[in-house]
């Protein structure tokens, strides 16, 4: 057993490059039956507005694993480990010249659309927001755009209006001119600070339906009464749900490395607790984790807050997972 502890091909800093967790590598896209969760990494900064560098969020969120193999992280509280319940598998990143968005799009589309085929869950490492659009337009063709619901975690609504070209700011009002998501379904929480959410944009989309939940909301009422009430929202609206968490609705002390933060944000231990809550209470059908910007993320806290975050939505699944086998 000592031995093994100290295997070279087990050590966490070695080797050519982890897969999340260290789960089987993935690459055939006719090879996904059985998975039930795929991380698929989106390498994409393009659309990126201010700091550029989430190009190397996929790698830098792999990288923050400091277990090693095999893929074994049970979750103390829940008493579950993720990895043994479900069939949780790496597909690789998609991606192609860094300059060409709608190739990335399409490619991330496709493996997205793959993996709902294969009856999994897609787990997506970004990449800057503009990568939620394909997962949407994916998941739409899936389950139509009144099957599901959005649960978005950002400093920024990312409902721009008036702008014809995709970029971060967008993604979820370029979904819905496109008709893959509506508009009462996008359920956005954490919005603060000065990079445009204009007031024009919050009435457009507030008298369509979409819930705006300002950071200051959360902060007075507390983030487990805005939780309880956006599950209790999205569990009503469609049977299930997908969850993007943009690290940036975390305050800059907990994820500086990131394109446009914003002061005044969650504090990691909150995120956790309110993502894995929503993992664990909604059928989820997908999830995020975008923005993430190693350029200018010192000591790496960023990646690792956002490494945590997507362990503690898969125990979240899991444990749901196991609550409904068990009865
Ligand atoms: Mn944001």
New binding site residues.
Partial sequence: MTDQLYRPDQLPFAGPGPTFAYTPLVLDPGKLGGADVVVIGAPCDVATSYRPGTRFGPRAIRDADIVGPPAMRPHPGRRVDPFQVLNIVDHGDVGTFPGRIESIHAQLRAAVAATLAAGAVPAVLGGD?SISLPVLEALAERHGADGYVVIHL???A?VELGIDEVDHGNPFSQAIQRGALLPHHHLVAGVRGYWPTTSEEMDHWGERGMRIVLMEEIAERGPAAVADELIATAAELAPRTYLTI?I?VLDPAFAPGTG?PEAGGLTSRELLTVAGRMAAELDLCGFDVV?VNPMVDPAGITALAAHATVLEVLAGMAARRARRAGG
């Fill in positions: 927001h950002d400093a920024h990312d943009d940036d446009t923005e």
